[in-house]
Structures are given as structure tokens and as C-alpha cells.
């Protein structure tokens, strides 16, 4: 008989270290992409909610618009930024500022800013007679908006959506 050595049993063990190692591995990288997918979920879900806010906002200024838009940029909804007391310098207004405004159970909330009115030469929307009223030469008020919606706190970067937009209203 021929003696051996344990050649079959080192093997063996060699091969089962071998295959504990591979599974480790893909153990290690399936647990790594359900980390990402989940990141991934979750800066979905603070978009969406981010950009709802923004809709609500710009919903709010619309309708604002159509009632007594002076009393609105006046009111507590909005944060002027004609007013010297108001710093609008920053593009990005702080979340410690008074002016966020929660949109509802999402947990986003979004700020509206008034920036300026400006005299407009944009006659596209006139109507023919209001042309002949006030002549070529007529201006049209124009008000400027930025509107900046936050989902997500502070401290929490990875699901933290920021976005602002501008509304024009002539």
C-alpha cells in the first residue's frame, strides 16, 4: 500500500479556503450594492419631495398673484428682499432664517424670496386695444421670485435635496 501523506486532505482545505474566500467576497459586494441602492432610493425620495415643495410654491405665488400680490410679498409667506434687513446676497439662504415655510407632511420646506420688480418693454401679452391705450412705449411690471426647497436635515448629507427655481410674473 502507498502511504499518503494527507496531500488529499491539504486539498481539500485549500480548496474550501479558497471557496470561504470567493463567498466572502461576494457576500462583501452584494451588501455594498443593497447600501447603494438604498442611497439611491433615498435621494430619489427627497428629489421628489423637494420638487413637490417647489410646486407648492410656485402654486402659492400663482394663485397669490391673482388676488392682492403687494399684501402677499408683505405678508409672513414671503421674505423681502427689497428690505435692507433682509439679506438676499446669498444664493442659498440658511435654514436658520425665518421665512422657511413647511410643505406639509413630506418634511421638505421651501422658502420664497421676492428679489425685484422691474419695468418690462415685453408687449407679447398685451392685447391690441391696451397697445393703443398706453402706446409703444408702455412698461409692464414685472415681479422676480426665487423659491429654494430643502428635503432632508441638516446633518443628513446623503438624502439632502436642495433646488430652487425662479417665477417671473408680468
Do not use: H
Request: one cysteine or more.
Amino acid at each position: 500500500m502507498f502511504r499518503q501523506a494527507g496531500v488529499s486532505l491539504l486539498t481539500a482545505l485549500v480548496m474550501l479556503l479558497i471557496s470561504t474566500v470567493i463567498g466572502l467576497s461576494v457576500m462583501r459586494s452584494t451588501l455594498f450594492q443593497e447600501r447603494m441602492a438604498g442611497n439611491i432610493q433615498e435621494r430619489s425620495f427627497a428629489f421628489q419631495r423637494a420638487e413637490d415643495a417647489l410646486n407648492d410654491a410656485e402654486d402659492l405665488i400663482l394663485q397669490e398673484a391673482k388676488k392682492d400680490l403687494n399684501a402677499f410679498i408683505s405678508s409672513n409667506q414671503v421674505v423681502d428682499c427689497m428690505l435692507v434687513a433682509n439679506d438676499c446676497s446669498s444664493s442659498m439662504p440658511d435654514q436658520k432664517d425665518k421665512g422657511w415655510v413647511s410643505a406639509g407632511a413630506s418634511g421638505a420646506e421651501y422658502m420664497i424670496q421676492y428679489l425685484e420688480t422691474r419695468a418690462s418693454n415685453d408687449l407679447s401679452n398685451l392685447t391690441q386695444s391696451s397697445t393703443q391705450n398706453y402706446g409703444e412705449s408702455a412698461k409692464i411690471p414685472t415681479r422676480y421670485f426665487r423659491v429654494t426647497s430643502v428635503s432632508g436635515s441638516v446633518g443628513d448629507e446623503r438624502g439632502r435635496v436642495i433646488l430652487q427655481m425662479m417665477v417671473k410674473l408680468q
